[in-house]
């Protein structure tokens, strides 16, 4: 019941709506709770334990009661495949055997503690993953893709005398010309209806090189079409939301509502918003723009000088300007996207403190039962001579074998987790791509393993009290 109320109410309240008031600009935001769905969970967690606990008593309870108040019979020695690997069983200690034979000898232990460090690994996994899939994505935006610093819109009036004001500046490395405006994208068929993007126009005898890299999101280049054909460049999240690929045809309706079916030439990879971006020999056969009438620049994408404060102050001054509309920094923009997606990374801890409760509670609560059900070939050893590590050892080396495995598996299992989750990500207008750096495995890996060793050093306290003559005594 905690856990249901904190889920279905807690967290939407603390998380979702300070999200929304991050983002967007909105005085309230209801958030309605469907009690439909808090009743069904608790339902289906009940189903889920009271059906674990039937089958797992369904065959003690077949039983007769003679036969549940006498010791289990211990089961059969086999032979394990491991002791058919000569060269590998007969270079294993003593200790080492008996571990390999244990594990074989308890197979559904041991699945309890894979699947149980395997979900904790995943879950880190995928929380790490994704703060690192978005704390990439900007970098990679305006370092790898829109490598301009500054994007300034004026009136089409006023362009030729903020042109020359930039020509002028000293503190600008260089600037190219464009086309800019809002635009509408849809396509026949799409369910999603349409899309608002950007719509670029580049002039004849200008180029994007050193300012915006067009690429598909397996690296290859790609070239604006700059015949006679009303052919267009769209971002991978557009066609994405429409199902299309290069070769397709898409509608454009420009700010004056005109529209025309434009082929799409290329699917450039882009992170933050959606652009199309046309040459203007393109965009005259879309829109039938007479050749003899000058293209109304409006836009330049500029590279300032200087390290990011330059930038940032550089677009600070021009915005003070009158012939300027809209001033961009990409700087600025990284900074403020670091700034409002800190609530996101408060989300990404709570994965990973819920997945830490996840393997330290399975893995206690398996090796309590674990000692519990093998006091007496515990109690053993210890009269044999064993000593207090070499007990904590018998046990210990079980656990962290079976942790290793589940990390090992857990860690692609928690990029799928990621792949999946960022899939099922309905933004219009940010593809964030999983991408997962080599620490944020490392640290998954290491803090599952440290989630292993905790439990083990809080269990040894339980070997070492354990009763060696009342163990050997109990049968009786």
């Known amino acids: 019941m905690v856990g249901d109320l ?30 439909r769905i808090g009743i069904g969970g608790i339902l289906l967690f009940l189903v889920l ?17 003679a036969e549940l108040l006498r010791p289990k019979a211990p089961k059969a020695g086999k032979t394990i495949v491991l002791q058919r690997i000569g060269f590998i069983w007969n270079h294993l200690s003593f200790l080492g055997k008996v571990t390999a034979r244990n594990l074989f000898r308890y197979k559904s ?24 899939s978005a704390m990439t994505m900007m970098p ?28 002028g500046d000293n503190a600008v490395e260089s600037s190219v010309p464009l086309h800019l405006e809002s635009a509408t994208l849809s396509a026949g068929g799409a369910e999603d209806g349409k899309l608002t993007v950007q719509l670029m126009v580049i002039p004849d005898g200008e180029s ?37 690929d290069a070769g397709g045809t898409v509608e454009i309706a420009d700010a004056m509502m005109d529209t025309a079916q434009v082929k799409v030439t290329g699917v450039a990879q882009y992170y933050t918003g959606n652009i199309v971006v046309m040459s203007e020999a ?3 056969a879309a829109f039938d723009v007479d050749d003899d009438a000058d293209l109304a620049l409006n836009a330049d994408l500029i590279k300032v000088k ?29 900074r403020d996207f670091t700034k409002s997606f800190l609530i996101f990374f408060v989300m990404i801890g709570f994965i990973v403190v819920m997945a830490a409760i996840l393997a330290v509670v399975v893995l206690y609560t398996l090796a309590s039962t674990n000692i519990s059900e093998r006091e007496r070939e515990l109690a053993t050893i210890k009269v044999l001579g064993f000593r207090k590590k070499e007990v904590h050892g018998y046990v210990n080396k079980e656990m962290l074998l079976l942790a290793v495995i589940g990390i090992a598996i857990g860690l ?19 593809n964030i791509v999983p991408h997962v750096a080599w620490y944020c495995y490392a640290l998954a890996a290491l803090l599952a393993f440290g989630f292993t060793v905790i439990v083990e050093k809080a269990t040894n306290k339980s070997l070492d009290r354990i009763d060696m003559v009342g163990a050997l005594k109990s049968p009786e």
């Open 208 to 244: 994007l090189d050193g300012y915006l890299d067009l690429h598909t999101t397996d690296g290859q280049a790609i070239a604006l079409d700059e015949g006679s054909e009303a052919a267009a460049v769209i971002t991978a999240n557009a066609a994405k939301t429409f199902g299309l």
């Open 306 to 334: 200087g390290d990011d404060d330059a930038q940032i102050a550089f677009a600070d001054d021009l915005a003070e300007q009158d012939e300027y509309l809209t001033v961009v920094s990409t700087a600025k923009q990284t």
């Open 140 to 167: 990679r935006q305006f370092g790898e893709i829109a490598t301009y610093d500054v994007m300034a819109v004026t009136k089409p009036a006023d362009h030729e005398k903020a042109q020359k004001a930039l020509d």
């Open 6 to 35: 904190i889920g279905l109410a807690g967290l939407p309240f603390v998380f979702t709506k300070r999200m929304l008031h991050i983002l967007y600009v909105i005085p309230t935001y209801p958030l309605i709770i469907d009690w």
């Open 282 to 284: 393109a965009y005259r």
């Open 49 to 65: 334990i009271t059906g674990s606990a039937m089958a797992v008593c369904a065959g003690s309870l077949r039983l007769q009661p």
């Open 109 to 132: 232990r041991a699945l309890m503690v894979i699947v149980g460090v395997l979900g904790c690994t995943a879950l880190m996994t995928a929380g790490f993953g994704m703060a690192s």
């Open 412 to 430: 692609p299992c928690g990029r799928g987790l990621l792949g999946f989750l960022l899939g099922q990500l309905d933004l219009p207008g940010m």
